[in-house]
C-alpha cells in the first residue's frame, strides 16, 4: 500500500506561480512512476505530467509543456508540481497517483494503483 497526501493548493492570480507537491508513504516510493491529473467542475479528470520512477523521464499535457514542471526527491519521498504562468483554465483538483510502471510516464489514468485526495488550485483573473 502508499498513501499519498497532495499539499500546497489555494488562490493564485492568473500569470503567478504555485508549487503543489504529493508525499507518499508506505511501500518504497521509488518504485513507482509518479503522475499528476486534475479534474475542473463538470470535466473529466485529465492527464498533466507524470516521472518515471528516477526522475529520468517525464511526461507533460500539451495545456501545461513549457509552464509546469514535475519533479521528484526520492530522498523524501515526494514529487512536485511546479506551475507557472498559470490560467484561469488551470482550476483544478489537482491529485497525485502512483504507478507500478515505474520505468515509464503513464498518461491514462487507469495505469495507476494508489491516489491522493487532491488539492484545490484556484486561478482568479
Known amino acids: 500500500q502508499v498513501q499519498l497526501v497532495e499539499s500546497g493548493g489555494g488562490l493564485v492570480q492568473a500569470g503567478g506561480s504555485l508549487r503543489v507537491s504529493c508525499a507518499a508513504s508506505g511501500r518504497s516510493f521509488s518504485s513507482y512512476a509518479m503522475g499528476w491529473f486534475r479534474q475542473a467542475p463538470g470535466k473529466e479528470r485529465e492527464f498533466v505530467a507524470a516521472i518515471s520512477y528516477n526522475g529520468g523521464t517525464t511526461s507533460y499535457a500539451d495545456s501545461v509543456k513549457g509552464r509546469f514542471i514535475v519533479s521528484r526527491d526520492n530522498t523524501k519521498n515526494t514529487v512536485y508540481l511546479q506551475m507557472h504562468i498559470l490560467k484561469p483554465e488551470d482550476t483544478a483538483v489537482y491529485s497525485c497517483?502512483?504507478?507500478?510502471?515505474?520505468?515509464?510516464?503513464?498518461?491514462?489514468?487507469?495505469?495507476?494503483?494508489?491516489w491522493g485526495q487532491g488539492t484545490q488550485v484556484t486561478v482568479s483573473s
Open positions: 497517483g502512483a504507478s507500478g510502471r515505474y520505468y515509464y510516464t503513464p498518461r491514462d489514468a487507469g495505469e495507476y494503483d494508489y
